[in-house]
């Protein structure tokens, strides 16, 4: 299926398929956090998180969310819609953790009355810094057009996660997505993980995510093993 390598990222590698306009997205074990200060594997992170985003993919797709998901093609491979990434990471937040708790003063673990939205602008050198609608206009990253579609569909993904992890007896404290431009239209790309979201079962406030790694928590590959099965139960 792999064609020509296309580049590398922090989590993930691209390639070209046979097929054009579809590429296939390869999931790896690395692990980075900190801005890329703190490196390390997960053990066969890749293998779940491929299973965890197709899942959560399908699950979106049936709901009437459009993805660039296509298809799984082995344990660490899926076959996805070529789209242009739009550089700007939607976060959207639950419950007060991780940057929100540190920038607003607020305790961890703290319930959101609503559902918060924030946009960081991709951008390494500048260590992808929080930006608002504005910013994102005046740096000609989004049209406001674009950016209310993703920020809509962001909010019902939301909508979606949540009674979905529920079930699964997880709270989904917070998430980021990425979208594309796909023949005019903005989709849903990138993956969403362990890697990519906050999970803390909802009995006990263990932290089923990258925040085991982050923190120096251990256990991440049964933790990230434990969402599979967990979301394998309720989809
Ligand atoms: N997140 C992500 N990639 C990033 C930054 C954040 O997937 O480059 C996710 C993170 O896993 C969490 C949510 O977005 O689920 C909010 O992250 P936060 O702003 O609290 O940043 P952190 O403190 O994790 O760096």
Redesign the pocket.
């Known amino acids: 299926m792999k064609r020509d390598f296309l580049y590398e990222g922090k989590a993930k590698r691209v390639y070209t398929s046979a097929q054009p306009g579809l590429l296939v997205v390869e999931y790896k074990d690395d692990a980075t956090?900190?801005d890329g200060a703190k490196r390390g594997t997960i053990e066969s992170k890749g293998i779940v998180n491929n299973r965890i985003s197709a899942l959560l993919f399908q699950y979106l797709e049936a709901e009437g969310v459009a993805t660039h998901f296509e298809r799984l093609i082995d344990e660490r491979h899926m076959l996805v819609k070529q789209v242009e990434i739009v550089p700007v990471?939607v976060?959207v937040?639950n419950t007060v953790?991780?940057?929100?708790?540190?920038r607003l003063g607020l305790e961890e673990g703290t319930p959101l009355p609503g559902a918060v939205v924030?946009f960081?602008y991709k951008n390494d050198e500048l260590h992808?810094p929080m930006v608002n609608e504005d910013h994102i206009r005046v740096l000609n990253l989004a049209t406001p057009e674009e950016l209310e579609v993703m920020k809509e569909t962001a909010l019902r993904v939301n909508r979606l996660l949540v009674p979905l992890f529920a079930r699964a007896g997880i709270d989904i404290?917070?998430?980021?997505l990425e979208f594309g431009r796909y023949q005019g239209r903005i989709i849903l790309a990138d993956e969403i993980s362990p890697?990519?979201?906050?999970l803390w079962d909802s009995n006990t406030g263990v932290k089923l995510?990258?925040?085991r790694f982050?923190r120096d928590l251990g256990g991440e590959p049964e933790a990230y093993q434990e969402v599979l099965r967990r979301l394998e139960g309720v989809i």
């Open positions: 956090a900190f990471e976060v937040r953790a991780g940057s929100l708790s540190q924030e960081y992808d404290i917070d998430f980021k890697d990519t979201c906050r995510d990258k925040d982050r």
